[in-house]
């Protein structure tokens, strides 16, 4: 009985406590100021490279095989991570989260950047005949060099500038990260398929359809 008469209060007590929490408002400021701590997170993969480089681990039997797989796949998660800021920020009733969305799909370039200089580089030497024979031949590079191109004009358009310059246009050029994103989980997919190991590229896929299917979801609701 004890119990039933104490848990009221402390129920409430500590949903006031959440939902105040939840209540204020993050300023830009305030947000702002922990852009640098972002920042040096989104720079995890390059730690944990050179560590496991200078603690003698090493990057197993096929170190280029292992970075250009890596970098791929902090690529693909960096871009979740873009694409998961909206809904946060709608759920969590803090608008001033879409600063750090920006940095994010930025920080998801670099690493594809890194993953295509590593392809052109170790697997192709580098030579352009090369590059292009085997985009011709494997689907599964050439899907990525479609979701790669996109990605460069998001990246180059992504400044206040050229928002500014294409007005409305700029938020329909950048509605392509939606099919980037379809297209990098194909990419994976079919690199998978070699080794009929569809497990990861599922848990991305299924993720992806979360993000996309709030999006809908809102949008139905005239949200
Ligand atoms: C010019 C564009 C691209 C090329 C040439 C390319 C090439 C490659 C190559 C050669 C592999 C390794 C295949 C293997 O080891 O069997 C790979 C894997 C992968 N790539 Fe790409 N890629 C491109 C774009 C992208 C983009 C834009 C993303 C993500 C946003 C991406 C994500 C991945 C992922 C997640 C993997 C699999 C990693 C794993 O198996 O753990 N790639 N790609």
């Known amino acids: ?16 406590l959440v939902t105040s929490d939840l209540a204020t408002r993050w300023s830009a400021r305030q947000v702002g100021r922990l852009k640098p701590l972002l920042f040096f997170l989104c720079l995890y ?18 170190p280029p095989e292992y970075l250009i797989r890596s970098t791929g796949l902090w690529s693909i998660i960096l871009l979740w991570v ?6 946060v920020r709608r759920l969590l009733g803090q608008p001033a989260l879409v600063s750090w969305r920006r940095m994010l799909g930025l920080f998801s370039f670099f690493y594809a950047v890194l993953h295509v200089l590593g392809w052109a580089w170790w697997e192709r030497g580098g030579s352009l005949t090369e590059m292009w024979l085997d985009i011709v031949q494997r689907t599964f590079v050439w899907v990525g060099v479609l979701a790669f191109v996109p990605m460069l004009f998001l990246a ?23 099919p980037v994103a379809v297209l990098s989980v194909l990419h994976f997919w079919l690199v ?30 005239g949200r």
């Open 45 to 62: 993969p390059l730690y944990r490279w050179s560590w496991l480089v200078f603690s003698g681990q090493g990057l197993g039997a096929n």
């Open 82 to 87: 873009t694409l998961a800021v909206t809904p």
């Open 1 to 16: 009985m004890a119990t039933a008469n104490s848990w009221p209060p402390c129920t409430t007590g500590w949903i006031s």
């Open 156 to 178: 180059l358009t992504s400044t206040r500038g050229w928002m500014r310059r294409l007005g409305v246009g700029w938020q329909r050029l950048h509605y392509s990260v939606y």
């Open 192 to 221: 998978r398929s070699g080794k009929v190991d569809y497990r990861e590229p599922l848990a991305y896929g299924g993720a992806l359809a979360g993000l996309l299917g709030v999006r809908l979801l809102w949008r139905l609701r």
